[in-house]
Every structure is written in C-alpha cells, then in structure tokens.
C-alpha cells in the first residue's frame, strides 16, 4: 500500500491551515479547511471569481516553504482572468492550481465568500389552523387484572373515544418511549398524531404549546420560519447562506457538480442537511436566556444563564426550546435543490427534457434524512411542477393562490433562476427562464452577493454624469461621507437593476445597451486593455479592494441577457394565454423585495403593467411552506395546483430567439412606455 | 481522570483472552471476550451452574500470574453448590467471583453453554398466497418535451392503469434510487409494493421470484424460515440458541436482567438482533455454491467458488441470495422476547396485572430495528394476546385455526413457559402456566439442553432396573455400545419426561413422586451428603463429565411442579369453559415433536383424551409467522384472534392452590387412567 503524500497548506488572511493529499486543487483544499473561496461556476474554470495569491518564501513562523512552483502548472485558462503583472505577483485561479507541495495562499477579499445578509421576514398571509400534526390530550386508566389491556390499545381507545381518531399506527421509536412516559404522566398524556395516522409522540401530562419550522432552501439563500404550531405565532425567522455556493453559484454549476465528482451529490447534500441542522439549533437558541458571561469553576467553562434579554427587559419568559421540539417540518426549493438534497440524482433535471425524479409532495422521516428535529417528525418536502419549476413555485402558489382569482395575473420569482406563472380560476400556465445569476450580482466584474460594503442604491446625474450611491451595512450615502469610509466592494443584486436604470436615464447607455458615444464625464472610459468601454460607479480609493470598481459593456449585455430572458418569457406566456394586457404583476424572493417598480418599468423587465398594480410579495416560496406547515389541506392543495399548472417550455417556440433578440432591448417596445415619458430625455427614447 | 485499571484473563479450553476492567465477575468478562458460560438464573447466584475453575501459577505462555486471590471474596452463595474439595482446587461460580488480577480460568464441559441441536423444521400447512409484498412489472415510456413527467409518478400512473394500485406511497431509500434503476432496465422495471400501499423496491428489467422470512424468537432457540414469497416454497430453514441464554434461561430471568442492569435491555436486544443477522447471513449463504477451497494468490487469500453441491451434485443451479434479497419478514415470539426485541420496556410484563406495551401487530422498518435485510422492507411483529401469552401463541393459533372448528381443541405450547389455548369456533380462552424450564431439562441436577450427549430416550427394567438409554449425536443405544463411546453429558428436555414415566413404570418412584422404599439394584442409593435419595441413569464411566448423571427426590419435584402446573392449567380452563372430555389435544414446540403421547398420558401431563387424538403439531408458532408471509390476511385473522381470546388468568381461582397440589401427583387421578392397567404394575398405581 502507498502511503498516501500530504503537504501542509495555510490560508491567509483567517490562518486556517492544514495538511491536505497532495494533487488536489487549491479551492478542494479551501474547503476541506473550512475556507470559503467563491466559485461561482463550479470550477469549471470559467468565472475567474476564486482569485488567489500564492506567497514566495520561507516562513519561519509555520514552519513551511511556500513556493509558486508548488501549485503545479499554469493552465491556459488562467490567462483569461490574471494578467501578466498579477502572474508575477503569484496569483492563479484556486480552480485551477494545485497543492503540490506546502503553500502559503493568501485570499484577497474580492475572492471571500463573505456571510450574505437576507432580507426573507415572514409577511402576514391568511392561513387556517389545520397543522398536519396536532396534539391531544388524554387521560386512560391503570391497567388492572380485569383489564389488563396493553398501554398503546389503551391509548388509541381513548383516542378514537373522545377524538374520533380510528387505525392510528404508532412511529416505532415512540412505542419504545410510550410504557414510562405513559407512567411518568400518571396515566394522563398528550399525543402527537400526524394526519390523523400516527403516533409521532407522546408526552406526560398535558401540553399545549408545539413548534414547526418551514424551511425555504434557496439556491443562495436558505431561510426558516420557526412556528408555533398551536397558535400559529411566528417566533423567529433565521437564515443563512446555502453551504452549496461553494460548489457553484447556479443549479446548473452543482449539478455539473454531482456529474463531475464522485460523491458529490452525498457531499452537497449533506452540507446543506449539516446546514439546516445548525440553523435550527440557531433557531431553538434564540428561545433561551442569553448566557451572560462565562466564569471558571473547577478548571471548567460554565455558562451562566440570566433570565433577562440583550436589551435588559426582565422577567421574560423564555420558552428553552430544543431541536427535539420540533415535531414537523415543511421544506420548499427549486426542483435542483430539491432533488439535491434528497439525494435524489439531478443529472436528468439538468438535460432535456428535464424530468424530475418525483412531482408529488413527499413525507420523510426526519431521522431518514439526518435532519435533527423529534426522532419520530416527518419532513414534508412539497412538490415539483416541472425540471426547471420547482416546490419553490409551488409554495408561491399555494401562498398567492392565483387559481382562486378572477383577476390574470403574472407571478415572477427571480432567484438564480426566473419561474414564471401566468393565470388565474380558469387556468394556470408555468415557465421558467434562464436569466442567470445577473440579476442578483453574479457573472459581473464587480458582482457580489448582498453582504456589507455591495452597493444596493445609486443616482446618476444626467447633466454632469456624477455617481452618488450606498452600500449594505453603511446609512450615509456616498456624497455625505469620506471616501475612505466607504469601503465598497462590489455591486449587489438589488443595485444592479439600479446602475443600469440610471445608466440608461442618465443617457450613459442607449436603449441597445450600447454606451453612448456623447459622453460627460471621465468615469466613462475605454479599458487599456481590451479597449472596450467602461464606467466607473467608484473610485479605487472609496474601495476595500484597492481598485475603481466598473460596469463594462459586458456586464451590460450579461444584464440585458437576463432581463431580456425574463422579459421574453412574461411575453410568450402572454401570448399562449391569448392575453394583451396583465391585471397584476406580483415580484417573489429577495429582487421583488429590494426592486424599484419604476426602474424595474424603466428596464423594460416585464411587460407592460399599471404601476401600482406591481406588488412584491417577499419570500412567497417560504410562506407558502409555512402555509403547508399550518394547514395540511395546502398539502393537497400543492398536488393539486402542481399537476394542474400547464408547464410551457418557451425555447421551442419558433420565434423564440427573435422574442428574445428584441426583448433585450432597453425598454422592449418604446410604444408601451409612453410613460417613461418625462423620465427618460427623448433622445434616449429614441435612440438605436 | 482516573485510568480505568484493566486485568488480562485467559478462558481454557477455547483458549480466548483478553483485557477487562477490574472488579466486573468472571460471568460479564466472559461475555464481552465472547466465551459462553451457562447461566440459567440470570446471575442471582441461585442455580450454581456457572461453575468455572481457578488456575494457580504463572504461565509463562501467556505471560500471566493467576492466582485464585485475584478472583475475589469467596461469597456464602458458593457454599451450596462448591464443596470444600472442589473450592480447595480452584472452583467459584462465575456469577460471584470477580476479576481483581490476572486470571486463567477454566470453563468445564458441564458449564459451557454449547451449541443447541434444534428441531424446527417447517411443516406442510396450507396458506393461500397473498403476500404482503407482491412484485409488478411494469413498462412506462420515455420522457418527452411533451411528456417530461417525473420518473415516479411515470411508474405510478401504469401501477395504477395495470394493476389497480392507487394512492401509493414510497420508501425514501427507494425514491433515491429510482432514476438509476428506470433508466439501467430501460424503463423496463419491477416494482415491489407493501400492502398496496408502498413502494419499497424497484429492480431493473422482469423479476419473478422474491423472498422473505418468517421468524419464531424462542426464550431458547430462534428458527427462521427462508421462503419464496413467489412460490412459497421453503428454501431452508435455520436455527440456532437464543444469544440472550447468557443473561438467563427463562423470561423472568432476562426481564430481571433488564431491571438490574443500566443499558440491560438494550444490550440484550442488540444481542437477538445480532443473532438475527447472523442466521439471516447463514440462510442466504445457503444459496450460494460452497467454496472449495481458498488459495494464496498475490499474498491474498481467494476463495473458489465451485458450481457442485457438498454431495458432488453438478450443474446446481445456485440461487445466490443476500441479504438484502429478502424483502419481507415475520416474527413471533412470547411477549417478554418480543418486548426485548423491540427494546419495549419488559418491566411491567413481569408484574401483575402484566400489560404488555402493546397488542397489535406492528410493521416497523427493517433499518429501524437494525436488522439487515432489504432497505426499505418492513417487518412485521405479529401481535400479542397478553402479558404471559404472546405473539408466538397468536402463531400457532393462526397456524391451526381452532376458531374454524367445531371440536373443543386444547392447543398446548410448551416451551420455558406453558401457553394453552382451549375452545372451537365458538369461544376461545388461553392461559399460561409456569411449567417453568424444568421440562426442557434446566434446573436439574444433570438437565441440559438438547445438544450432543445429551439423553433423549431411556428404559428401565421394571425387574432388575437396570437402565438403557441413548444420546444425542448417537445413534446406538448404550447397550450396544463400550461405556467410554457414550461420552454423556446429561438428561434434554424430551429425555426428562422419559426418565420420570421409566422410573414411575419400573416402580423406581411412587405416584406422589418419592422414590420407592423399595429398591432392586444399586443404582437406587442416598446422596453421601443430605442423605436423600437419588437414582443413577450413568455411570461416571460412561460420562463426559466424569461423575455418575444422577436423578435426585428435588429433579423429580422440578418436574412435578412443572407437570402439575400444566395439569392444573388444563383442569381449570376446561372447568371455566364448562366441558369435562377433550376432543383433540395438540402439542406445539419442540417439546411436542419429541414428546412420547404415552408417557406423557402415563406422566399425567394433561387431562385425558384418546391417545390417536392427541397430536403434536411441531413449531406451529414458527407456521403461524410463515403463514403471516405468505398470507397478509393472516396478519389481520392475527390481530383479530388476539383480541378475541379470553384471557384467563388461573392464579386467582380461589382453589388454585389445592388443584395445583392434586395435579402434581403422578398420574393425576387413578380412575381417569383405567388405561394405564397393565402399563404400570398395579402396585404401583394403588400406592400413596
């Protein structure tokens, strides 16, 4: 047997180091030290975002000896993204070096993939008390030798007596606990029943209070609605980051992921199971007393608890709650992230024509999916319409209900991915379309995510081309402060959709995208290498990364490409209902939260619409799972919508691609917008 | 932290050894280094037959320095069992000695704990077929653009359209591995389905024949049948002790166990699971070709695989099963071994008024219980009737149907406790007895399990009673073979009753069961020690033990006990159902197969019935779990007959106690026994 050969790596600036087999690649590395290095194509060596910077030397501190010839050859797809300069000064593409020997990396920030901030609070929907697991309370008596009936018969006799419920069967792991809790409660218990078929758990004595969680899982971001499900109370939202980005950015990235990487299915799913374990012990945190400060006693650590919350109130009843008090769950995704984390195979999901292993929605055993709430708690995964529209969409559905309306609505969630439903009593269409990451920052030079320091809102001086902006995590805008207090990074997706409504507005760029060659400011330019133009939103020095930070003409198109997808898809959807004109247009996700309708009209995002009848409807997906958790009969009602949206899969329409090529346009049709009026200058109106 | 101190003990002859904590008794050493040592009263110090010996001296060999002071205080419990002589040469009870120090300990033939010779083969009784799992075979199209359904509904929907199954569920494991299997068999697959109403399985392409296994859990023995659920042919049936013996022979032992011991219960059902697993392994190894023989080729170890059976048969057709072929599973076994197997708290099933934990036959995932058979198959634990009547007696009631019958039946299960069942289609009343073990040959002096060198079959001269018998594991009797080819050990279960009817019909003993005053050979003699009488069935010659196999006065009141409960048992059923004359008696378990009918008549085992009518009927319980295999209906006649016998419980009949005294005489009542004149000397019969 070889013996397997290691070489010692360190990652700066966060010092985490290790020893990792020798041959893997340098992003492998990162992750199997808990480094987060973006990867937004999966590392398929085509983003250029896992930027890093190999240092040279002996370092005597950790013992190693760091050298460029350690990261293995430099391959030709590098050039694309490091030039000459940057080469010498050791930087490669994380995907494409490798540990070769012992390495000191050093992460630029640009390249770290930083915690998101997200916006997904819980909106205030209607929904019926109906949960799928309901608690009942019931008093038996002791077994006697006239009657010495077994404790479950015992149970269940009540249960049908003074409940009605008949052919209960019990959750194994429950019948184990059932004889001593049964004798704890002195013969009087509460029950878990799950639909009105199982047992799921048995409690002494008599409980009221019982919790559930709805779990949206995002492509980028996984949110999670921690719920009373007795009063329906919402106690708390969390959410985090998908651990799966560093796979990939979009689903098509990780599915390449599982196709390319042996294991990698097993590996993404179970960081994102890893991941909803943690946010829910995050959540159930959140229920308990602060620890206040931490004393030594006895050579151990003990937390001390007070009764008291961050900001002093006294007195405050804490509910202490455990993961184990979760007794039910319902989870919503795109179908990618729904099969991901099934551990059900993507592959065919991911080539025409797309279909999904499993529609209907479906009951798991928590402890079958190593997701750690009460032993005996089913996860009810909703269902798939289609490949690319997923329970995701669904939960928009069951939560909006545009089948119970006479009005026609258009129902857009753009997350990675747009989903669109066009419809209403009398029928429901779905599509998606492929409008990329741009949309929420990714795939541009200075895309990020929407952590602090991305810029979210920006104006644009018509006259004198100046920039004012903000960023995440500062209040003042960029006209009120120093530059160097700014410490912007990049541009986020809710200003994305902003940069170019003012670029456009502003007469930076025509309606074709195109800069415009009448320019007023140095902020346009020409890049020194490629020549091509450029404008520059802020000035290296109001950065943390040291450089200006830029739209260029292919982030433009990138933008365009994206919105023209979106934009095309409202469109032929429009025309396969043999409708003219839509009564309302509801904005799902993160966008539909942070998008400004009249830029989003400016942008000529989707058709055509009465401005205050665009509403944004938040996190849809996830109420719509919250929904489902509250009320079992929007389970049915998700089967039942999911099989009868009519799924339209637009790119084989005939005249797709030039729907597409004209809707790219800013805006599509000049005629529609007879309202941008007054808001664009004519000459930009009217320009090619 | 202290170190835990740890001995090195050495266990002779099997020669086993290894490290344990100080201060645990020779008894728990032996079971974590996987030595059998016999102990029937579960570690009470009360049946002596843990009998080990101390080695003194340093064993260079081993590189240990044993010495009986390293075994711990000598305890007043030894002193009934160890005689000064014996204690002088090393001799403790493995129960009360602990391991202080090195120790080399050897383990007597007499106290092992031997492999069992089991007798439960299947019997030929008529089961319509209706598994609960059935195999369909189903062909579904390709996904289209204009059909890109999802991969399960795709199966669903022709599940549905062929063959009727609607509203089908799927096991998680299954759904994961659906898309691969679909596309491997060309969308040609076999779906298994559970109760029409789960989908537990998919194979790629047409699969005929599917198995399962029916499972009798013995306080004793555990046998398990190998059956084709296509065809419900019995490929084999396997058999071996109960792994649980260790911690007791009988259920009140193993429930004391638990009780006693923190972690007892699980440990003792990890040990029948284990066992199941292993049986499981050994059943399907069946079905392969056996190895020949295995040759070193590159310094690993092969093993050939020839296509010939033991017996040179070629050109066998070999199955070549495994595990996880097995995709159904029934088990039976009495209340106590169904609660260990299923970690349900056994506690208040040893204690009046015995309510078990539950009735109803329960279906729990196979990967639940840790049994290690097909993924996502079920199994299903056939329900029990009451505390001290469990699933087994359900089995043998499903097995011989006397609620389709018009005669009065007794149906008796004797096995370490009795089970009757008296009544025909219009009534039904059980009940248990505590025959306790000593009708399987535990509890006396010489009593064994039924394993080789063990008596089976006797005779005594009633002029010279001089004795003949004959042993397990050879076929010639004594009188044929040398004294020293014997190699006895002592007295199985179906030897004892053969013994007691000898000695009563030779005139050894009277019918109030004291030996005879008076006697005609010197085989009759007193015990050295207390002075009581006893009678020699081999001489130390013959033996492998060394010492004469004796039957003492105390053996034969074991066995009255053990007769005149069941006796009495009988008695008073018959008494409470209102009946005087038995139309049929049927005798379940091994103890039925060997039982003589004529000596257990003569033995006055149970009320008088003609002797053609009386029949022994083998494992039906172990029947019953196959007949619930093959038949799902038999799993709902189960849950319907559990509920609808009487229970009785015969203890709190006000004159329990003198009928119990009555029938402990040998034969009960002279005048029921007219049948006997001629059998047994009238002298004999008259006396007192």
């Not at 020997?101 to 770290?112: A, C, I, W």
């Not at 795939?443 to 810029?455: H, K, T």
């Not at 490629?530 to 000035?539: H, K, L, R, T």
């Not at 637009?650 to 007054?678: N, R």
Request: proline share 4%; aromatic share 6%.
């Amino acid at each position: 047997m070889d013996e397997v050969e290691k070489s010692k790596i360190i990652f700066q600036p966060s010092g985490r180091r290790g020893e990792v087999k020798k041959g893997v690649t340098i992003i492998e590395a990162s992750r199997q030290l808990g480094v987060d290095i973006e990867s937004l194509c999966g590392e398929k060596k085509v983003c250029g975002k896992c930027k890093i910077r190999i240092e040279e030397g002996f370092f005597e501190k950790y013992g190693i000896q760091s050298s460029k010839d350690h990261a293995g050859e430099w391959l030709i797809e590098e050039e694309k993204f490091i030039n000459r300069e940057q080469r010498e000064a050791g930087y490669r593409l994380g995907c494409c070096a490798n540990v070769e020997g012992d390495l000191l990396v050093f992460v630029p920030e640009e390249s770290r993939a930083g915690k998101q901030v997200v916006s997904k609070a819980a909106r205030d929907i209607h929904i019926d008390w109906n949960p799928a697991v309901k608690y009942y309370y019931v008093e038996v008596t002791k077994p006697t030798f006239e009657e010495p009936t077994a404790d479950l018969e015992r149970i269940l006799e009540e249960l049908n007596r003074k409940y009605g419920l008949k052919n209960l069967d019990i959750d194994y792991l429950i019948l184990k606990k059932l004889p001593n809790r049964l004798r704890e409660g002195k013969w009087k218990v509460t029950v878990a029943v799950w639909m009105d078929r199982e047992v799921i758990g048995v409690l002494p004595g008599q409980v009221e209070n019982y919790y559930g969680m709805a779990i949206d899982v995002g492509t980028t971001t996984v949110a999670a609605y921690f719920c009373n499900l007795a009063t329906m109370e919402v106690l708390d939202t969390v959410s985090m980051m998908n651990p799966q980005c560093k796979y990939g950015e979009d689903v098509m990235s990780r599915i390449t992921y599982h196709m390319m990487h042996e294991g990698g299915l097993d590996r993404m799913s179970n960081d994102i199971i890893e991941g909803l374990n943690s946010l829910i012990t995050q959540a159930c945190e959140g229920t308990h007393p602060p620890q206040k400060k931490k004393k030594k006693k006895g050579g151990k650590e003990e937390a001390i608890e007070v009764n008291e919350t961050p900001d002093g109130e006294k007195g405050k009843q804490y509910l202490c709650l455990n993961p184990s008090d979760i007794i039910d769950m319902t989870i919503v995704g795109n179908t990618a992230m729904h099969h991901i984390l099934l551990k059900l195979n993507p592959e065919y999901v991911g080539v025409a024509p797309f279909p999904p292993v499993v529609h209907k929605g479906v009951d798991i055993k928590a402890r079958d999916l190593g997701i750690h709430i009460h032993d005996s708690a089913y996860v009810h995964v909703l269902p798939n319409e289609a490949g690319f529209v997923g329970a995701d969409n669904v939960g928009v559905l069951i939560a909006e209900e545009p089948y119970k309306k006479d009005e026609m609505q258009l129902i857009i969630d753009i997350g990675t991915n747009g989903e669109l439903v066009l419809g209403n009593k009398e029928k429901l269409i779905s599509s998606s379309c492929a409008t990329g990451p741009a949309l929420e920052g990714a795939q541009l030079a200075f895309g990020m995510r929407a952590a602090p320091g991305a810029i979210e809102r920006i104006q644009i001086d018509p006259d004198t081309n100046e920039v004012d902006y903000k960023v995440i995590g500062r209040d003042a805008w960029r006209s009120y402060s120093k530059p160097e207090e700014m410490q912007t990074k990049g541009i986020c997706g809710s200003g994305i959709l902003d940069v170019l409504a003012e670029l456009y507005r502003s007469g930076v760029i025509l309606k074709s995208g195109r800069f415009n060659p009448k320019q007023k400011s140095n902020r346009s330019r020409r890049n020194s290498e490629n020549s091509q133009p450029e404008f520059v939103i802020a000035w290296a020095e109001e950065t943390s990364i040291g450089k200006d930070i830029l739209i260029t003409q292919k982030d433009i198109r990138q933008i365009q490409l994206a919105k023209g997808a979106l934009y095309c898809g409202c469109k032929l959807m429009m025309r396969r209902m043999g409708i003219e004109k839509l009564d309302k247009v509801k904005i799902a996700g993160a966008f539909g939260t942070h998008v400004d309708r009249e830029k989003a009209l400016i942008m000529g995002l989707f058709p055509d619409c009465e401005i205050d009848k665009i509403i944004s409807v938040g996190n849809a997906a996830g109420d719509g799972a919250r929904a489902a958790l509250l009320n079992r009969e929007k389970r049915e009602e998700a089967n039942w919508v999911s099989s009868n949206v009519e799924y339209i899969e637009l790119t084989v329409e005939k005249d797709f691609q030039q729907q597409f090529m004209e809707a790219m346009q800013i805006p599509h049709m000049k005629d529609q917008f007879s309202h941008l009026k007054g808001i664009v200058p004519d000459e930009i109106l009217d320009q090619k």
